[in-house]
Each structure stands twice: as structure tokens, then as C-alpha cells.
């Protein structure tokens, strides 16, 4: 019996370039992308159905391989027709050029739209590839994180309270104007600093004690009378009703009073406290 005869280079690379076609076609099949490959002369190459589908491409539109029928379809579903045809062709015109942007529809949808050149290995340009991703839910689940926070910020900057934000490490987070004007500091004087820095001394230790309470499971509410240092380097008594600031890694849900949940997109629990003068004319007690 004679020997098996060894694979020629030629069947090696006509193997290789099967492997690759295999994997390419997979991730075609398998992207949450629209993926569209237009060579140099504006003709297309390659998509996969999740183009199709992104776009609502009929078969008409995308039977001969114009890229150009395909852009004229699609043009008639975004809001800006003008702009998204102007910018793809400057696109065709210039290789060497990326692009990343967010193409919003007449539909309501948006999409991620990135492009690249593409290149053999010795640098000769041969195409563009466009990637389409549907990030609608995403937009609108970024419109209500940035809605909720507006109606939070405009919730206790209203307050007759003095509100302020401790993060888990014991930072400073945020003060509410009416905490300004009980202590006379500005946000930028005592945001980034630890909220000790604040209290008079005689008290750290207790608060202290019951902020890490807070943070391992202890009361999720608690109130404590305490003096808090003036800017001008007097002292007032304040009754401080403090809570944990905490929600699920999602909030759909309109945000709550008691559950502030947009403060943890941050990934640290927090502490807010609202301060209420006992009686701005009693004395104040020393430190």
C-alpha cells in the first residue's frame, strides 16, 4: 500500500480560506448587528438577515447588489433623509475614515451606525463594512435614568430640609441649597470631602458608628439629634433623619421619594440625610 500523499499547499489554503468563510458566516448568522459589506465600486458584497430585518429591506431593493437602491429604501425611514444620504456618500469618499453615530427613525427606533474601511493585509482598499445595531430600548431607558434624576434634583432642591448625599466611603456627595444656607457652605467648599469634616467633634464617633450601621444591614432608617459646624465656625443643632439611598441595578419604575434609585448607577450604597433645625435660636451646643 503506498503512502498517503501529503495535502498540497493549494488544498491547505483552499482549507483555510473554507474555515474562514465558515467562522464569517456564523458571525453573520449570530451578530445582534446589521452587518452590510459594499466593495469599492459601491456594490454589495455581503449582508445577513439581521440587516434585512434592522432595515426592512425588501427583496427588490437588495436583489441586484446595489448599494445604492438599498441607501435610497432606507433613506425614506430616517428622520433626516438629507443628512444620512449626505453622510454615507461622504463615507464612499473618504477611505480612510470611521464612523460611529446614532441614526434616529420616522418609526420611533434608533440606531447605532459604525463604519470602517476595509483592507487587504498590503493595504489596498476594497470595500466599506456598516454595522447597525437597534439600541432603542437602551435610549429610552437612558431618557428616564436622566428624567428621574431631573424630578429628584428638583425634589430636594426644594426641600425646606437641609439635604445632603453621603456615598458609601463617607464622601460628600451632594447638598441641597437649603443646606447652604443653614451652614453657609457652597457645594464646591464640602462635595469630596468626608461628611465628618462637617460634624462637631463630640458627635463623629456616634455618627460614625451609625453610618457603617447603614451601610452592613443595620436600621434603613434613623434619626439623631446632632450639631453640624458653620461655615462662620459656629454650630447648629439639627434633628437628622437619614435613610439608605438604594434600588435594584434597573429601575424602570418612576423613582420614589425613600428609594432615590438613580444613585445607584454609582455601585455604592448611600447615605441621605435631611437636616432640620430643633430651634435656630436655642443656643448651640460646643463641639
Same mark, same amino acid.
Given at each position: ?19 474562514? #468563510? ?33 432595515? /426592512? ?10 448599494? #445604492? ?19 454615507? /456618500? ?109 460634624? #462637631? ?27 453640624? /459646624?458653620? /461655615? ?56
Amino acid at each position: 500500500m503506498s503512502d498517503p500523499v501529503p495535502p498540497s499547499t493549494h488544498d491547505h489554503a483552499e482549507r483555510e480560506r473554507d474555515v474562514k #468563510a465558515a467562522v464569517y458566516s456564523a458571525v453573520q448568522r449570530a451578530s445582534l448587528d446589521g452587518i452590510l459589506l459594499v466593495d469599492s465600486h459601491e456594490k454589495i458584497i455581503s449582508y445577513n438577515q439581521r440587516f434585512v430585518d434592522i432595515w /426592512k429591506v425588501s427583496p427588490q431593493s437588495i436583489a441586484n447588489n446595489s448599494d #445604492a437602491a438599498v441607501l435610497g429604501a432606507g433613506a425614506e425611514l430616517v428622520m433626516d433623509r438629507d443628512v444620512f444620504v449626505a453622510r454615507v /456618500k461622504e463615507l464612499y469618499a473618504r477611505v480612510e475614515e470611521t464612523s460611529r453615530d446614532e441614526i434616529p427613525l420616522k418609526d420611533g427606533r434608533t440606531l447605532d451606525r459604525y463604519s470602517a474601511p476595509i483592507r487587504l493585509e498590503d493595504g489596498t482598499y476594497v470595500g466599506r463594512v456598516w454595522f447597525f445595531r437597534d439600541i432603542t430600548e437602551h435610549k429610552r431607558a437612558d431618557d428616564k435614568i436622566r428624567e428621574d434624576a431631573s424630578q429628584f434634583q428638583a425634589l430636594v432642591e426644594q426641600q425646606l430640609a437641609g439635604i445632603f448625599i453621603i456615598r458609601g466611603d463617607g464622601i460628600l456627595a451632594y447638598i441641597n441649597p437649603r443646606f447652604s444656607a443653614l451652614f453657609g457652605y457652597t457645594p464646591a467648599e464640602v462635595i469630596g470631602r468626608p461628611f465628618l469634616d462637617v460634624v #462637631a467633634d463630640n458627635d463623629k464617633d456616634a455618627l460614625r458608628r451609625s453610618f457603617a450601621e447603614h451601610l452592613e444591614g443595620g436600621p434603613p432608617a434613623t434619626q439623631t439629634v446632632t450639631a453640624i /459646624k458653620r /461655615k462662620n465656625g459656629g454650630f447648629l443643632n439639627v434633628l437628622a433623619h437619614a435613610s439608605i439611598a438604594s434600588a435594584p441595578p434597573t429601575c424602570s419604575r418612576p423613582v420614589r421619594r425613600d428609594s432615590v434609585c438613580w444613585l445607584s448607577r454609582r455601585r455604592m450604597q448611600s447615605c441621605c440625610t435631611t437636616s432640620t433645625p430643633i430651634d435656630s435660636s436655642a443656643p448651640t451646643r460646643a463641639p
